[in-house]
């Protein structure tokens, strides 16, 4: 059994920043890619930002140099630093974790809203 726990989600004003945290415990060898996705009301789940265990990210266009995504392979923790916040970033974020099994199995945390107020 593997389980995400999130954490950091609140309320700020536009232009504002939060960090975002999601560790990964349980039943865990080793996790390859980590990754942080969101869902507004009525949208889609996109994603948002990815990181490999060596490091490699990719971004949303969205955010691109606004957001950082950063991880802790001893942790098993990935983070997402969130800077000059828009009220188009309000949204329940995810963290999306895929364990070195075979086949792959993936893992969803539960979601912490963000809400950025104008």
């Known amino acids: 059994q593997v389980q995400l726990v999130e954490s950091g989600g609140g309320l700020v004003q536009a232009g504002g920043s939060l960090r975002l945290s999601c560790a990964a415990s349980?039943?865990?060898?080793?996790?390859?890619?980590m990754a942080w996705f969101r869902q507004a009301p009525g949208k889609q789940r996109e994603l948002v930002a990815k990181?490999?265990?060596?490091?490699?990210?990719n971004y949303a266009v969205a955010v691109k140099g606004r957001f950082a995504i950063s991880r802790d392979n001893a942790r098993n923790t990935v983070y997402l630093q969130m800077n000059s916040l828009k009220p188009d970033d309000t949204a329940v974020y995810y963290c999306?974790?895929?364990?070195?099994?075979?086949?792959?199995?993936?893992?969803w945390g539960q979601g912490t809203q963000v809400t950025v107020s104008s």
């Open positions: 999306n974790a895929e364990l070195d099994t075979v086949p792959i199995r993936a893992y």
């Open positions: 349980g039943s865990i060898f080793r996790i390859n890619d």
């Open positions: 990181i490999t265990r060596n490091g490699w990210t």
